[in-house]
């Protein structure tokens, strides 16, 4: 990076504050003045300015994971496998999973360093997330007004809402939730007489699970799709 765009990163300056900042001279890289605008400097060297070091903000990661089956959504291993060993060793330093998807549970999680833009995405009632529930018993109009007008779940004072639910065949629908909590979707389809046999999780805050990613593939989040959660 060079250095004027470091010192705007780093200071909170206009690039052409920076640039003038370096002219003047107050500016030192590794102990030396520099008063080059375009010398090159990267996270980790010391950049003093009137001798105070400046440091980068930290930059912070955004991934989506086709979650397979079988592993925890948790970054402690507890003796299951967890979704963090679908993520390469030097990406998980501060990476966390954006809320939990069931040990069954399939397809998109997010995963993130950035705790701030989690707990957007985690507040109920802001985020629509959309499952494809696979059931044992065929889906019938009742259980899907059922759930579009709430069912009371077992153990719970709260009813379980969809905002919509699509029939995809018998079998098969396409339920959208706008919370996270503990096994809603199974609970709420249990709530309606019915049982789910696969679970898995296509979109979540309009972004969607990238159909290029097969089971257990990851990928960097575009800046668009970050955005797309508002601040
Ligand atoms: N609802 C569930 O029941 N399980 C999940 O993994 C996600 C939503």
């Known amino acids: ?100 998807l069931d040990k069954e549970t399939t397809g998109l999680l997010l995963l993130t360093t950035d705790g701030a833009w989690s707990q957007r995405l985690r507040k109920p009632g802001v985020h629509g997330k959309v499952y494809r529930v696979t059931l044992d018993q065929p889906c019938t109009e009742a259980m899907r007004q059922a759930w579009l007008m709430g069912v009371v779940l077992h153990g719970d004072e709260h009813p379980g809402r969809a905002l919509s639910v699509e029939c995809l065949s018998s079998h098969e629908v396409r339920m959208t939730v706008d919370e996270g909590r503990y096994h809603l979707v199974r609970r709420m389809c249990a709530a309606a007489g019915n049982h789910v046999k696969a679970l898995h999780r296509e979109q979540v805050a309009g972004i969607g699970l990238d159909a290029a990613l097969s089971v257990g593939e990851w990928r960097e989040l575009s800046e668009a799709e970050v955005q797309a959660v508002g601040s």
Do not use: W
Not at 74 to 95: A, F, H, I, N, W
């Open 1 to 100: 990076m060079r250095l004027d765009k470091y010192l705007a990163a780093a200071a909170g300056l206009t690039r052409s504050q920076a640039r003038r900042i370096v002219h003047s001279g107050r500016v030192f890289v590794a102990g030396a003045r520099q008063k080059d605008i375009g010398a090159p400097c990267q996270p980790g060297d010391e950049v003093l300015l009137d001798g105070e070091l400046l440091v980068l903000p930290a930059k912070h990661r955004y991934y989506m994971l086709n979650k397979p089956a079988g592993l925890i959504t948790s970054t402690q291993e507890g003796g299951y496998g967890t979704v963090m060993s679908c993520m390469p060793d030097k990406l998980r330093e501060g990476l966390m999973p954006v809320g939990r």
